[in-house]
Each structure stands twice: as structure tokens, then as C-alpha cells.
Nanobody
Framework: QVQLVESGGGLVQAGGSLRLSCAAS????????MAWFRQTPGKEREFVAS????????TYADSVKGRFAISSGNARNTVYLQMNSLKSEDTAVYYC??????????????????WGQGTQVTVSS
């Protein structure tokens, strides 16, 4: 079992920045795919970014490319999402997810085994 706990959400003005953190605990793996998804009411959960904690390769949704950056901590049990130049359309509940077997496709919520409880990000215009 892997437990994921997100933090760092909040209210920010458009153009501002926030950094989300996701702390993983429980069973350890030499490499995981960790990802951030987001969801607004009435919509499906949307892929934001992913990172391989083993090799460090990253992928991003087109909507956040150039504005968001995903990274992992030195201990590989924490993943961050640095969000810059925030827009009102970035408002959502952001979820951290872990895929222990590198399922495909990486942008599908169904590929991930474990989820955090979510953290609200609100961008005011």
C-alpha cells in the first residue's frame, strides 16, 4: 500500500504562483510514475503532469506546458508541482497519483493505483 498526502493548495490571483507537494509513504519502490491530475465539478479528472521517480522523465498536458513544472524530492518520496502564471481555468481540485507498474496510457486516471485526497486550488481573476 502507498499513502499519498497533498498540500499547498489555496487561493491565488491570476498570474500568481503556487507549489503543491505530495508526500508518499508506505511500501517503497525503486521507481514509480507519479502524476498530478485535476478535476472541476461535473467534469472528468484531467491529466496535468507526470514524472518517473527513477529516471526523472516528465510529461505535461498541453494546457500547462511552459507554466507548470513537476519534480521529485531527493528522497523520491515527495513530488512537487510548481504552478506559475496561473489562470482562472486552472481552478480545480488537484490530486496526486501513483502508478507502481507503469501502466499505459500515462494520462489516463485508470493507469494509477493510488490517489491522494486532493487539494483545492482557486485562481481569482
Amino acid at each position: 500500500q502507498v499513502q499519498l498526502v497533498e498540500s499547498g493548495g489555496g487561493l491565488v490571483q491570476a498570474g500568481g504562483s503556487l507549489r503543491l507537494s505530495c508526500a508518499a509513504s508506505g511500501r517503497t519502490f525503486s521507481s514509480l510514475r507519479m502524476a498530478w491530475f485535476r478535476q472541476t465539478p461535473g467534469k472528468e479528472r484531467e491529466f496535468v503532469a507526470s514524472i518517473s521517480t527513477g529516471g526523472g522523465s516528465t510529461t505535461y498536458a498541453d494546457s500547462v506546458k511552459g507554466r507548470f513544472a513537476i519534480s521529485s524530492g531527493n528522497a523520491r518520496n515527495t513530488v512537487y508541482l510548481q504552478m506559475n502564471s496561473l489562470k482562472s481555468e486552472d481552478t480545480a481540485v488537484y490530486y496526486c497519483a501513483a502508478d507502481t507498474v507503469y501502466s499505459v496510457p500515462y494520462y489516463s486516471p485508470g493507469a494509477y493505483d493510488y490517489w491522494g485526497q486532493g487539494t483545492q486550488v482557486t485562481v481569482s481573476s
